[in-house]
C-alpha cells in the first residue's frame, strides 16, 4: 500500500516561498504520476500541479503557472512544490496525490492515493 506524507507548510508573508515535500513508499513510485491539490477554506479541492515521475512531464494550473515548480527526487522517492511570489489566496491545506501510471488527471477523484495534507497559510 502506498502511503504519502507532507512536510513544509508553513505561514509565510504574501510575497514569500516555501517548498512542500511528499515522500512516498510502499510502491512503485517511479511508474507514476504524483500531483499536487489544494483545498482552501470553503472551497473545493482544486488541482495544482503534476509531474510523471519517470519522464518528469509537468502540468500547472493557470493560477500557480510561473510562480510554482513541482519536481520529483527518483532516489528519495520524494516529490516537491516549490512556491514562489505566494498571495493569500494561496492559503489552504495542500495535499500530495498519487496514481500509478502516467496519465496526469487534474482531477482529484482520479488518484489513488493521498497524503494527510500540510496547511500553508500566506498573510497579507
Known amino acids: 500500500q502506498v502511503q504519502l506524507v507532507e512536510s513544509g507548510g508553513g505561514l509565510v508573508q504574501s510575497g514569500g516561498s516555501l517548498r512542500l515535500s511528499c515522500a512516498a513508499s510502499g510502491g512503485a513510485f517511479s511508474s507514476g504520476t504524483m500531483a499536487w491539490f489544494r483545498q482552501g477554506p470553503g472551497k473545493e479541492r482544486e488541482f495544482v500541479s503534476a509531474?510523471?515521475?519517470?519522464?518528469?512531464?509537468?502540468v500547472y494550473a493557470d493560477s500557480v503557472k510561473g510562480r510554482f515548480i513541482i519536481s520529483r527526487e527518483i532516489a528519495k522517492n520524494t516529490a516537491y512544490l516549490e512556491m514562489y511570489s505566494l498571495k493569500p489566496e494561496d492559503t489552504a491545506v495542500y495535499y500530495c496525490a498519487g496514481r500509478d501510471d502516467t496519465i496526469m488527471y487534474q482531477v482529484a477523484t482520479f488518484y489513488n492515493y493521498w497524503g494527510q495534507g500540510t496547511q500553508v497559510t500566506v498573510s497579507s
Open positions: 509531474i510523471t515521475v519517470s519522464e518528469g512531464r509537468v
